[in-house]
């Protein structure tokens, strides 16, 4: 049902797909995502949706491959199909007109900011694009963004491309230099908060992309807790959005760990990944439910 249309390698572990889904591709929202199963018995893991095309129905994904379902759906070939794609999932983003806006971006969250890009601009806002990475093969969709954007920096962390240094380096920049209405951030959860400590002294309102584990995407299991302006929210069904400025990072970095330490146990003991077994999503469920 889900065919795989166009395949692409972005860069070293990093694919897109072009897959056929006319329900998902005529309802979804930018902000919102999917939980994708690439065959049979495999579990559900959450994705962002980078680009639709209504009218063929198709919708397409970008992701890096970190593990155990990411390398599967890495493997799929063009005209075979995903055994099971359910959304769209999440809260749309608020967008609206706010002036200039600043999106920052790290690693894959390049392509996860690539829809929010469009939507504010669409939106009649100034959009200022800044992506980071660690080096310029691991730079990814800086065509797109640069359409999508009204101007688009650059920051790689070794300096072999564009500035030397880190977005963050960059959005202190422009915040020196012009009035910004707002900033939007996507990646690694340590750029996020300190785009968050940065923009929360200088008073400009920020909204963050949170992508915690999750297991069922549903409401169910707690695994996606997060904490934000002290209340528990799930971003399956709360989020993935937040107000940056109310996003307990600590928090948010406490439980990612976690789900690491548990990742780690299972390597060390020779056990397959907690997501690959039945087992492994008790484990998981349990430890969303129990930890606080
Ligand atoms: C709303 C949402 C949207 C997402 N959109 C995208 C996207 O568009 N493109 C993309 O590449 N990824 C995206 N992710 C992250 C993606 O879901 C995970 O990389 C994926 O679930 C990993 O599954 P796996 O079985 O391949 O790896 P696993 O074997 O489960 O894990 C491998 C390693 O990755 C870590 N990991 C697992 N899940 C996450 C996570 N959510 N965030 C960070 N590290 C994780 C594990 O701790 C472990 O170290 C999104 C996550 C969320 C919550
Ligand atoms: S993934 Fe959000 S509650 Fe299960």
Redesign the pocket.
Known sequence: MYEILNKQILAED?KRLDVSAPNIAKKIQPGQ?VSVSPEEGD?H??????DTDPQKGVIS?????????????GTLPINESIFSILGP??VPSKIDKKGVVVCVATG?GS??ILPICRAYRKAGNKVIGIIGAKTKRSLLLEAQMRLSCNKLLIATNDGTYERRGLATDILKEIVAQQKINFVYAIGSVDMMQAVCVFTKEKKIKTRV??????VD?MGMCGS?RVKVGGKILL??IE??EFDGHKVDFQYFNIR?KA??E???WDNQKGLS????SESGILTRFLSGILRK
Request: aromatic share 8%.
């Open positions: 990093v995502f579990e893991i959450p994705l962002s949706i980078v994904l970008i992701f890096q491959e970190v593990g155990l379902t990411t390398g599967k759906l999932l999440g894959v392509a996860q992309y949170l992508n915690p584990v999750m995407c996606c971003a399956c989020g993935p990612m789900f690491e548990l990742d780690r990944s907690p997501k690959k």
